[in-house]
């Protein structure tokens, strides 16, 4: 068999406008993550889920617009992030408790195990932002998106997502479909009934968007209108993280600092590590020409 394209999303109507749907294919994105953070196993398959359920969430997006996924418990799962912008640059991490709290044969349900809460980030130009907020009920990243997106902003979501593999190699994929102002949600019922057909037939990992559009969606009369290319990619560089020294104390700088002066600052998004020796520290920590803070 053929290995599948990039990673991508194709979205589009059903049932003449009724609703908007998006269906997601992200193995290289997701095998990326893991293998940026380390991360096998249930912490895989958890990632993966909020990272196919973030693109989703932000599809479509307009210029400039990127939407953040935040969750928090108090767990195995102390907090998970994932964001994505309108130009299809998709990132996130997690992190859990230490492994020796951990309880045997931990599954994805036991490590998203509620309680917890929800955080749906829309950031738009001019540092406008809308956020909203609710709890973590169901333990299942995608349900509880689509849950949010249901009772916070009053749009009827169902989200399914699937993530499968292993180190080095991962398939993820996932469907969103949203009713527009004025749908009679009954139109959701046979639409669902499809979705429940198709996992129980194993045709939920959905490595050709296109043939699950046909072979799934096919009876609601899909119209597609979007194709948009996904890359995990993280943002964060040297200079960025020199901007954020500009702004903290001396004090608080220092207290960063190894022994010898030096600094390392990791990436939390992709986990690049940034290295500062101790005479580029000290220009930063003194207000230097090439560091400090500005006057």
């Known amino acids: 068999m053929a290995r599948p394209g990039p990673d991508r999303i194709r979205s589009g109507v059903l049932q003449d406008g009724a609703f908007r749907f998006a269906v997601a294919r992200l193995n290289d994105s997701v095998t990326r993550a893991c293998l940026l953070h380390q991360l096998d196993g249930v912490r895989a398959e958890v990632l993966g889920e909020a990272l196919v359920s973030t693109a989703l969430l932000a599809t479509p997006s307009k210029a400039e617009e990127k939407y953040t996924l935040s969750i928090y418990g108090r767990g195995l799962i102390r907090s998970l992030n994932a964001d994505c912008d309108h130009r299809g640059h998709l990132r ?45 009920r169901l333990g299942a990243i995608g349900a509880d998106v689509a849950l949010h997106l249901s009772t916070s ?37 046979p639409i669902r009934a499809a979705l429940d057909a198709a996992e129980r037939e194993g045709r939920a990992c959905m490595d050709r968007p296109e043939e699950f559009i046909e072979s799934v969606l096919g009876p609601f009369g899909p119209h597609l209108l979007g194709n948009q290319a996904v890359h995990y990619r993280c943002n964060c560089s040297r200079e960025r993280v020199l901007n954020i020294f500009r702004q903290m104390s001396p004090a608080d700088i220092s207290g960063l600092t190894e022994p010898d002066g030096s600094a390392v600052a990791t990436c939390h998004w992709c986990n690049a590590e940034y290295a500062f020796p101790p005479d580029e520290m000290a220009l930063i920590i003194g207000g230097g020409a090439e560091g400090g803070r500005p006057d």
């Not at 292993?166 to 949600?185: E, M, V």
């Open 153 to 189: 902003d009053q749009v009827e979501t169902e989200i399914r997502t699937a993530v499968t593999g292993a180190p080095g190699r991962y398939a993820a994929a996932g469907l969103s479909i949203q009713a527009l102002p004025g749908t009679d949600l009954d139109l959701f019922v």
């Open 92 to 136: 996130g991490y997690l992190r859990t408790a230490p492994e020796n709290e951990w309880p045997t044969a931990v599954t994805a349900a036991n490590l998203m195990a509620p309680p917890g809460i929800i955080q749906v980030t829309r950031s738009l130009p001019d540092r406008v932002v809308y956020q909203g907020i609710t709890e973590f």
